[in-house]
């Protein structure tokens, strides 16, 4: 069964920067896309960033010149650096990946509060 942890969030103010980690286990994760979303109290969970198996990177057009998604293959673990994070980034962060081909396997979150 295959396990998807996130850490790095925390409380950061406006113009600083957050790197959030995702380490799955259970699988070797390196063939299959891997993605950031994220949701904010009362708003629909929505697509960040995601990174297919060649390091082919996606990006919301919100979060284009700000963050990076990244991924280490050797330690099955995909990244989102965030930088010049704004109080509208503030939400709960996932990773998630595509085994069966839909987002169907989900980290439970870490959260990201970004103040003015």
């Known amino acids: 069964q295959v396990r998807l942890v996130e850490s790095g969030g925390g409380l950061v103010q406006a113009g600083g920067s957050l790197r959030l980690s995702c380490a799955a286990s259970g699988r070797t994760l390196s063939s299959y896309t891997m993605g950031w979303f994220r949701q904010a109290p009362g708003k629909e969970r929505n697509i960040v960033a995601h990174?297919?198996?060649?390091?082919?990177?996606y990006y919301d057009d919100s979060v284009k010149g700000r963050f990076t998604i990244s991924r280490d293959n050797g330690k099955n673990t995909v990244y989102l650096q965030m930088n010049s994070l704004k109080p509208e980034d503030t939400a709960v962060y996932y990773c998630?990946?595509?085994?069966?081909?839909?987002?169907?396997?989900w980290g439970q979150g870490t959260q990201v509060t970004v103040s003015s």
């Open positions: 990174i297919r198996w060649n390091g082919s990177p």
């Open positions: 998630a990946t595509k085994l069966g081909g839909s987002w169907d396997t």
